[in-house]
């Protein structure tokens, strides 16, 4: 038997690792060749005079269009890099590495907050659409809503502007930390804190004030266990004949592992490696925030 070269060796134990990290629809030859193009992209990007950031994101939405999105796929891939491919190809500047590995991870958070928001939208037209059927195919309509809303795997709840909540589907409940039934129970309300962003406050005012038809943000939940859920929000506004806001639909996906790496990746990006400390970018940052505040006030 033909012996393997040490890159087929590289391919094979990426491959092995995007599969044990999530389902793949790829057959394993087809994955094999997407997978020698990329090796062959972050290849370059390494030895590239000049760092091609654009390329090395398009290796980490890449993973997500592959639906390698368990967080395993993008540590395994970030350790191919360093371990194995950084080595093997002489670099024009010592943190090309870093850099690299960086910005396949910036491409994958990217691609996967743009899938999320594809799937909420795919779901809040159907909730909509199934909401504003007419009378004569409303038990169809209503038919249809029913296995969407119970079967989705985003998050759907539905609200009066009141804040009482009507029904919430298994996915939003998992989310939350609750039983369906005790949510039912619960105001929305309850799930806006004192401490959320302003832009959390403003939204929902605008809401129920006729001032939005819809909005979409990104805020934190805690759970009745004590733990936090981070979630990408879009709430919806449902109105009556007279144009009144009669309902709310929201949409809810949990982010938490992505809003973690994406701060973790931030931090690295203006913190030294060594030390710890803030560096120039976290400076030039803060002091521009500083210089915005003051032309403010």
Known sequence: MAQLTLEELRIREWSRTLREGTHLALHTVDLHGRLCALTEVLTGVLH??????????????????????????????????GRDLAPSVPTPEPDRCARVQGAVAAGFVAALREQVLDQQESVRRTMVQALERSEVDRQASEDRFAVMFSQAAVGVGICDIRGNILEVNQSMASLLGYRPETLLTISYLDFIYDDDSPEVHEAYHKLISCQADDHTLEKYFRRPDGSVVWAHVNVSVIRAPDGRPEFLVILASDITERYQLAQRLRHQATHDPLTGLANRSLFHEQLRRAFTDGAGG
Do not use: H, Y
């Open 48 to 81: 590239a005079d000049s760092f091609q950031e654009a390329r090395a994101n398009e290796v980490g939405a890449e993973l997500v269009r592959l639906n390698a999105t368990a967080p395993e796929c993008l540590a395994g891939t970030l350790e191919l890099i």
